[in-house]
Each structure stands twice: as structure tokens, then as C-alpha cells.
């Protein structure tokens, strides 16, 4: 495009990241990846320690065949790479007769993996709860889920903030993994964008997306470290 | 003779292969206080907690007023608030105001407006004379007092009968005196009680009998003073020598 005119290199770096033509015409596509990667990431993180909590509720009350579902079902979730689960459901599923779209495939996996690691944050808060609130609380007559949602959660949850909020981030970023799916989310916009225009700066767009929805989450998750770093009675 | 407010029968209590309590017989009749002794390990806390389920007999009966709790088709949570329990540790919740804390359960278990349950949470904070601590934590306040609040928190329910816990064991020396004055008074007040604790002194003027346990067992009873001066059995003597240094 503008090749043959010599450039000196911050000339070059800007028009290489910083292009204001480039910028001016697909500002509009990575604003619309922006907000399918904030609906994605909203309905996962809601979803997945929703279901995370539900496990670890469900894992207190201790039913061994329930216990041991859980914990191969956190385990392997934990294990996988979130881009495997994404390809096999996405181009695999369609063959026994379930399609889903991309966005419901990313949707599923990472509410999933969520789940698996918030299950095993919450039950660690739960465990760590001393054995004698539990007694406490039942011998004045309240019943399981009563001491579990009054007494154990509340002084669970305080230790599970921190570590939960560090890996809700870490799992909504993986929203980009859509990309490779066609989820037009941020990056599969930015991507689209850069081979369109042979300009990197619908890139630099995208990470500028990435941090305004990330970084506030990044501050909070830190603030919420130095709130709740919480010492027993 | 009255019938005893709480009656244990042919208690046995064994955690896998190994058996604690081998067959206790205790009555503890209406307005009287048991104080029991003797060696760690010896079962008087599996015992107490056999009383309110905490842990369950593996045979055996628990009456309250007659009624076997171990019974099938028993409310279990309905029971236990005839049972008020006080544990050497407290327990006290800790994310909770010292008024929450005794509130809990008048709210969510007998299900009273929150107004009702503030107002018997704080008569029974009276009782234990921690009213003006209300609004403190937990962490914010004596273990004598945390302790006392939970007595209030356990009172609150207005139990049948209380079972202590070695209530003061976890408490500096000088702050046992304000516990056992609250427990001076609920035996007043005329309160069914039995109590696991070390604190002689209080056995001597407030029990109405003492027992000594020892191997899953009761070697011996009777009055306090019968016991602690005249002790009739070997082990029972081992054991007072040993107390008492
Ligand atoms: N939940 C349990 N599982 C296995 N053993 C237990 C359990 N609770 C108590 N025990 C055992 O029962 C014995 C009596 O304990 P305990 O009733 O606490 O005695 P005490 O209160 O007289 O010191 C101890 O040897 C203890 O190790
Ligand atoms: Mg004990």
C-alpha cells in the first residue's frame, strides 16, 4: 500500500499497529467482538461456579457414588486443554446427531472447566472449615443444608474469593479459543480484520478490548486479595 | 421417684473395631446436675455425644422425658433443641455478632420474626450477663465470654437439658470463675444438666452426683463428697491422687 514510501522506523511501527485508516474502518467488527466475548464470558462465569458450588454442596453430603462422579469429573476437566474439548464436541458431536453452534460449544466446554476448577475451590473452603461450627450448628437444631448455607459457606466463601476470581479470568480469556471455531469474538474479529486489511493494528484493537474488559477484573481480584486475607477467631 | 429428665440405657459405642463405650446406664433426674470425671479418652465426650446424636449409639437408648431420640421416625433436629450442648471450644460462629450468633437458630430453626429472636437472643444474653457485647465478634471478646455466649446461644432455644463439654479447659485460670458463676446459675435457675469437667471445686458445691468413668464404663457414683473424699474404688483413687498432683 504505502511501500514505497520511506518510512522511518517509529513511522513504521506505527503504521504497522497504530494505522488510523485501519483503525477508522474495523473499530466498528472488534466492537462487536466485544460484546460477544462479554456475553460469553458473563454466561460462563455465572454458569460455571454456579454449577462449581452446586458440585461442592453436593460433595458435602457425602453420597460415595456422588463424591467419586465428581471428583473424575473435576479431574478430568482440570486435565484437558479447554481447545481439545472445543474441537472434539464442535467437529465431533454433529456425527452422533448433536449441533451445536460455535458460541454454545465454547459456552458449554468453558462453563464446564469453570465448574471443575470452582468446585475444587469451593470444597476446600468447605473443608476448611473447622469440624466444630458444623457440630455447633447442628446441636442447636439446624439441619444440613441450614449450617452449610449459614454457618459453613459464609466463612468458606471469604478464603474461595480470591482463588476463584483468578480462575474465572483465566477461563473467560480462553473466549479466544473461539477464533478457531468462528465464535466472532474479539480475536476471530481482529484476526478477520488483519488478513483483510494486511495491517496488524485490528490486533492491537483486539488486545485493547482484552484489557478493558479484563483488566478491571484483574484489579478487583487483586483488591479482593488484600480484603479477605482473613485470619480465624 | 421422679421420672429423670434424661436417662441413658445400655449405651454402647464403638468406632470401627474399637469399643468406647461399653454399656453406660445413667439417669439424670429433672433439676440435677451429673458431674462426670475421669481419665482422657476414657469416653465421657463420645458419651455427651451420643446424648444429642453427634454421634450415634451403636446400640443402646437415649430417653429425654421418656422419649427414645435414637428412635426411628424421630425428628432429629426438633430433639436436639430439647439438648443444649457446650463445647470445650466454643464454637462460635465467627463471621457472626455475638447476637447472631445466639439468634441463628431462633430464626431459622424455630422460624421466629428476626424482632422476636433479637429480643430472646438478647434476654439470653442477659442471663450470661454479655448483653452490652451484642454487637461485638467473636474475635473481639474474651474466652470467657465467648464461652458464655455460647452457653446463651445454647439456652436460647430453652433446652430440656444442657451438656457441658469441659467448658472451662480451654480457658486462662482467670477466666474460668466467670463461666462456672453462669453455670452456678442455670443449676439454680433449675436447669437438668451433666457435666464433663476437671473443676472439683465446682463438683463439690454444685453436683448432685459425680461419676467417674474409665474404659467405656462408670466405675463409680454418688454424692460429691462420698466420691471425691472417700473414693471406693482403686482406679478411682488412682485417678482423683493424680488430679489433685
Ligand atoms: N470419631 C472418632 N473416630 C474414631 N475414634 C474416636 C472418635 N471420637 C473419639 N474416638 C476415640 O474414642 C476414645 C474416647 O474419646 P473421648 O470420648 O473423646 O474421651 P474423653 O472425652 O473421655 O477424653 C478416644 O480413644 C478417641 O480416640
Ligand atoms: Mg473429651
Redesign the pocket.
Known sequence: MCGAKRMSPLERFLDTFLNPRVIGKYWPDILDGLIVTLELAIAVVVTGILVGLALACLRAVGIRAANIAIVCFADILRSLPPLVLILLIYFGFPNIGIVLSGPMVVYVVLSLVLAAFAEEIFWAGITSVDKGQWEAARSTGLGFAQTLGYVVLPQAVRLTLPPLANRAIAITKMTALGTVIGVPEILYQATTAQSFSGNASPLTLGALAYLALFLPFVVLARWLETRFAWRKA | MKRPMLEIAGLFKA??E?A?LNGINLKVPTGELVFVI????????????CCNRL?EPTSGAILIEGTDICGLGVDINAMRRKVGMVFQSFNLYPHLNVRSNVSLALRKVLKLPRAEADERSMAALDLVGLAQRADFFPSQISGGQQQRVAIARALALEPKVMLF??PTSALDPELVGSVLAVMRDLKASGMTMLV?SHEMGFAREAADRVIF?DG?VIVEEGAPEAVFGAPKHERTQAFLSRVRG
Not at chain 2, 475421669?38 to 455425644?49: A, F, N, Q, W
Open positions: 468406632f470401627g474399637n468406647i475421669g481419665p482422657s479418652g476414657s469416653g465421657k465426650s463420645t458419651m455427651l455425644r454421634e463439654d469441659e464433663v468413668m467405656g
